[in-house]
Nanobody, 132 residues
Framework: DVQLQASGGGSVQAGGSLRLSCAASGFSFDDYAIGWFRQAPGKEREGISVISNSDGRTYYADSVRGRVTISTDNHKNMVYLQIDSLKPEDTAVYSC?????????????????????????WGQGTLVTVSS
C-alpha cells in the first residue's frame, strides 16, 4: 500500500524550531518530488518547499525562504522540513505530497494551482501551533 504520512508537529513558542517528517512507502521514492504545503484556518493552501529525490533539486517559496530547510534521506524514504524562527503566522496543518520528478523540469511548478488529488500521492497532515 502507498503511504505518505507527515509527522512532527506540535505546539511551540515563537522563535523556536521544529523538524517535520514525511514518511513514504509503497512507491519508487527516488523517482519522485515531494513537497510540503500548509493550510492555516480560513486560508488558502500554501506551497512551502519541494525536493526532487532523483537529483536533489530544491525550491522554496518566498514566504519561508531563509527559515526553512528541506532535506531527504533516500535510505529511509523520508523527507524533512526544518522550520526555524517560528512565528504565530506559521500556525497551520502541514502536509506532504508526491509527484514524479520528471513532471517538473522547474520545481516551482510543483506549487502551481491544482487540486489535491491532481498529485499522485497526498499524505495526512500534522498540526503546528506557534504561540507568541
Amino acid at each position: 500500500d502507498v503511504q505518505l504520512q507527515a509527522s512532527g508537529g506540535g505546539s511551540v513558542q515563537a522563535g523556536g524550531s521544529l523538524r517535520l517528517s514525511c514518511a513514504a512507502s509503497g512507491f519508487s521514492f527516488d523517482d519522485y518530488a515531494i513537497g510540503w504545503f500548509r493550510q492555516a484556518p480560513g486560508k488558502e493552501r500554501e506551497g512551502i518547499s519541494v525536493i526532487s529525490n532523483s537529483d536533489g533539486r530544491t525550491y522554496y517559496a518566498d514566504s519561508v525562504r531563509g527559515r526553512v530547510t528541506i532535506s531527504t534521506d533516500n535510505h529511509k524514504n523520508m523527507v524533512y522540513l526544518q522550520i526555524d524562527s517560528l512565528k504565530p503566522e506559521d500556525t497551520a496543518v502541514y502536509s506532504c505530497a508526491a509527484d514524479p520528478s520528471t513532471f517538473y523540469p522547474d520545481l516551482r511548478y510543483f506549487f502551481a494551482p491544482r487540486r489535491r488529488f491532481d498529485y499522485r500521492y497526498w499524505g495526512q497532515g500534522t498540526l503546528v501551533t506557534v504561540s507568541s
